[in-house]
């Protein structure tokens, strides 16, 4: 994972306010209904036993006592790929390194027994007929679990669980793109803490009542059996994740989609980093060629009719050399991703949606369990009508989210704000409050898949200018959500006396920062709706704008008005710089909570933001998009 997230610094008293209410309970370290570990029998590598020249084998469909070989069901060691004949034979020839063999599902079966098997000179499948139809379904995707020895980890993954076992209707199965486990990188966790964590994880996913299909990450890598697999092997560090969960590389048909999972971390002993005075071997996150070469032939065997989805760590078009051509070629439609711990959906020559992250920050309580754009942490829900996806993020322990305006936002004059309820009860209604004590009816507005959707009007110019609390809560349980606006309709004397100074950098290098641009033509500096000055077109440079105390307002705006259609740009934290004191935007000073809280005060400055056009720079953990600020001068009492 490229991060760790948490809370800390300005305004301390206004963000608790905002994080208290979006911490379920996993975060405690005691699930509410504990599970034992369940650990399962699974097949293992013949290690040291010579690779069969050849495997022979049949795949075959049991119903009604009869047994009948299954055409066009592909068989792969995770190197090569063939397809079984009309009497459901195949014959492989597997690569050296192969460790297992195994079958992709087809849709509309279901595999008896194990879907993979050790190398033997013959390995035999059964299937049986699904009982559920494939042309609509919901399945969920979860991603960075982080599962270690951690109580905390164990209890969140326990309540998570439960929660998917009791959604209704069922999803059919889940996706884990990876880090599961929280193993360091450079393998230098003890193979015994290894089975320790790999343990708990399957432990309580065994629980699930439905199959899980899993991503191997680079935080799922162990230092087990390096003897064998020693540093520059290409299956260096995947013994352990092999004995529990099995191949690292495979596929499984559902519908009209072809799932592929692709595991893009190599310990191949290239890529050496110096940590505390020592330096430390980490992976090469690259898919290497023998692994391209199947991911090409797993593809081209998929059944008729179907579409790609990929599962991987990270995007696939920065991590695997050829995957655009080989996304054109077979229709590669979307990738379920992980890692940077944030709740997007990114618009790119092969779209990628990540997916948050179940853990939050288990392992330091100072992060209130937030990911590092401030979404609780929680997991996709999809459903799937026959080529069509949707999807919604549901933070864990919590059936109500608020859906519409970022933490922060500015209101100004008739807002409306969207909150949906997750499976709700009969008669059960969202209401909302401004003040904390008058609560409000919203308007049901529409019933998406597993949840309904309501609405709230509120004429924002009745309210105070500054900071809003803004609550909303079930009308049957005792579930309430919250979240901080400003109101800054530019009403309300300041009292000050003292003109302000503005300040920022746009373009320049910070730490963490993915994208450093400046913006191609020229660009309007708006404060409180007046145009305060102008940004140097194709210009790294730092800036300051003096505003004037009758221009000073009880909540001020800050805000670009680009003149080239399409353009965008980094920028540092805006600062509003008055009676020697430093005003920054709520939701500025709310990741830098979360930061500052996993990595102490010198994350702080770590990152910054990207205005303008949100398709032309992708979001990063340590940027955000955002283009209009707030300054409230309240926070200076």
């Known amino acids: 994972m490229r991060l760790a997230l948490c809370l800390g610094c300005i305004a301390i008293s206004f963000l608790l306010a905002l994080v208290s209410n979006l911490i379920p309970a996993a975060a405690e370290g005691t699930p509410s209904n504990p599970l034992p570990l369940l650990i399962k029998k699974t097949p293992k590598p013949n290690y040291g036993v010579p ?44 690569h050296p390194s192969a460790v297992f063999i195994n079958i992709t599902r087809p849709a509309g079966y279901d595999i008896r027994g194990n879907w993979y098997k050790p190398l033997a000179a013959e390995v035999d499948f059964e299937l049986k007929r699904a009982a559920n139809d494939e042309r609509e379904y919901l399945f969920v995707h979860v991603t960075d679990t982080h599962i270690s020895t951690n109580p905390r980890s164990v209890a969140g993954l326990t309540d998570f669980v439960h929660e998917v076992n009791a959604l209704s209707p069922k999803p059919r199965f889940i996706v884990n793109s990876g880090d599961l486990l929280n193993l360091h990188k450079a393998l230098v966790t003890s193979p015994a803490s290894g089975h320790a964590s790999f343990r708990n994880y399957v432990g309580i996913m065994n629980h699930l009542t439905m199959p899980c299909y899993n991503v191997a990450g680079d935080h799922t890598d162990s230092s087990y059996r390096l003897n064998e697999f020693p540093r520059g092997d290409h299956r260096c560090a995947k013994p352990m994740y092999w004995e529990y969960l099995g191949p690292h590389f495979f596929s499984f ?51 008729r009719g179907t579409f790609v989805v990929t599962t991987s760590e990270a995007d696939l078009g920065q991590h695997c050399p050829g995957f655009l051509e080989m996304a054109q070629q077979h229709d590669v439609r979307l990738q379920l ?46 459903r799937v009508k026959g080529e069509q ?47 904390g004590t008058d609560w409000k009816p919203m308007q049901k507005i529409g019933q998406p898949f597993l949840r309904t959707l309501f609405a709230a009007t509120i004429d924002s110019t009745s309210l105070p200018e500054g900071h809003l609390h803004f609550q909303v809560r079930s009308s049957a349980t005792s579930e309430v959500r919250s979240r901080k606006f400003v109101v800054a309709n530019g009403s309300g004397p300041t009292g000050f006396k003292e003109d302000a100074l503005l300040t920022f950098s746009v373009g320049k290098a910070t730490s963490n920062t993915k994208n450093r641009k400046a913006p191609n033509d020229k660009v309007e500096v708006v404060f409180n709706g007046k145009m ?24 001020n705006t800050l805000s670009f008005r680009f003149s080239e259609t399409g353009d965008a740009m980094s920028l540092s934290s805006p600062l509003l710089k008055l009676q020697g004191k430093e005003l920054r935007d709520p939701r500025d000073t709310a990741l830098r909570q979360v930061r500052t809280g996993h990595w102490g005060n010198t994350a702080a400055d770590w990152g910054s933001f990207l205005a303008g056009n949100p398709d032309a720079l992708d979001e990063t953990p340590f940027q955000r998009h955002q283009s209009r600020f707030c300054f409230v001068l309240s926070d200076l009492k």
Request: contains cysteine; hydrophobic residues 35%.
């Open 337 to 382: 991703v992980g890692d940077d711990h944030v709740v997007a959906h990114k618009r790119r020559p092969v779209p990628y949606r990540t997916g948050g992250a179940l853990a939050g920050c288990w392992w330091n309580p100072k992060a209130q369990q937030l990911c590092p754009d401030l979404s609780p942490q929680g997991y996709l829900i999809y």
């Open 389 to 435: 996806m949707e999807a919604f993020y549901k933070g864990l322990g919590q059936r109500i989210g608020i859906v519409s305006h970022r933490v922060g936002a500015a209101w100004k004059g008739d807002v409306e704000v969207w909150a949906h309820l997750v499976q709700p009860q009969p008669d059960e209604r969202l209401e909302y409050t401004v003040n």
């Open 51 to 94: 690779v069969p020249q050849m495997i022979t084998g049949r795949v075959a469909l049991r119903a009604d006592q009869v047994i009948t070989g299954v055409k066009g069901v592909s068989v792969t060691d995770g190197y090569s790929v063939v397809k079984t004949d009309a009497q459901g034979a195949y014959k492989l020839s597997p």
């Open 253 to 303: 048909e559902y519908g009209k989609i072809h799932f592929m999972s692709v595991d893009y971390g190599y310990h191949l002993g290239q890529i050496q980093n110096l940590v505390n005075g020592k330096k430390l071997e980490y992976p090469t996150l690259e898919v290497q060629p023998v692994h391209i070469k199947w991911m090409r032939q797993d593809m081209a065997h998929r059944s």
């Open 532 to 555: 305060i000055g102008q940004l140097t077109p194709k210009s790294i440079k730092a800036y300051s704008f003096p505003i004037k105390a009758a221009d000073l307002g009880i909540a």
